[in-house]
């Protein structure tokens, strides 16, 4: 199958600074990205959906000054998580959808994962 | 509204048994995955399916779309098969809406 891979896939941070988290589609053109963040026990919630060469749509709640999204070419796209604090550290995950050979169009693949702690 | 739910929440089972994990959803979809996570949180796509029914060695899944249900089953199950089984719905809008997912135990 497709791979995608993040980076770093964790990272501790002093409370104010920014951490910036790409997600990498290795093999494929990912002409969409999605970013999910996930708090221990409970399930994947979407961030915001990113479509190469476009601004990323945010779902409610999410403030997108905050957690800056860019997806400048068809196999990177990158989480900046703006004057991080504590309430901020949580799991992130990216998955990408593409088409490339044996890779359905409506299928994701997802990212190892990237947590982030914020002191 | 769009909602999937999934059974049961918690399963502990002696290796060798065979488990099934279910998925009911509200509303028509476009598509349903089976995802599978480990306790380091790396998400792994076992399967994405629209109708009938898809196998890849002891995992099989099924969806009966007149009913919203899908069932992920293992068979001969193993102790490497210990993680969080995530049903999630891709409801038209290409976005995936999740379930709260199954966190399955093998014992040895």
């Known amino acids: 199958g497709a791979v995608v891979s993040q980076h770093p896939s964790w990272v501790i941070c002093k409370s104010g600074t920014s951490v910036k988290i790409e997600c990498r589609s290795l093999d494929f053109q990912a002409t969409t990205m999605f970013w999910y963040r996930q708090f221990p026990k409970q399930s994947l919630m979407l961030m915001a959906t990113?479509?190469?060469?476009?601004?990323?749509?945010?779902e409610q709640g999410v403030e997108k000054d905050k957690f800056l999204i860019n997806h400048a070419s068809l196999t990177l796209s990158t989480l900046t998580v703006t004057s991080a604090h504590p309430e901020d550290s949580s799991f992130y995950i990216c998955?990408?959808?593409?088409?490339?050979?044996?890779?359905?169009?409506?299928?994701?693949?997802f990212g190892p994962g990237t947590r982030l702690t914020v002191l | 509204k769009n909602e999937v739910e999934q059974s049961p929440q918690n399963l502990t089972a002696q290796e060798g048994e065979f488990i099934t994990i279910n998925c009911s959803y509200s509303v028509g979809i476009s598509a349903l995955h089976w995802l599978q996570q480990h306790p380091g949180g790396g998400i792994v796509s076992l399967f994405m399916l629209s109708s009938g029914k898809k196998k890849h060695g002891r995992l099989i899944a099924t969806i009966n779309i007149q009913e919203k249900h899908s069932s992920l089953h293992i068979t001969a199950s193993h102790p490497r098969d210990s993680a969080v089984y995530i049903c999630?719905?891709?409801?038209?809008?290409?976005?995936?809406?999740f379930g709260t997912g199954t966190r399955l135990t093998i014992i040895p």
């Open positions: 999630a719905v891709d409801f038209g809008n290409e976005k995936l809406t």
């Open positions: 990113s479509n190469e060469g476009s601004k990323a749509t945010y």
């Open positions: 998955s990408a959808r593409g088409e490339w050979g044996r890779v359905a169009y409506n299928e994701q693949f």
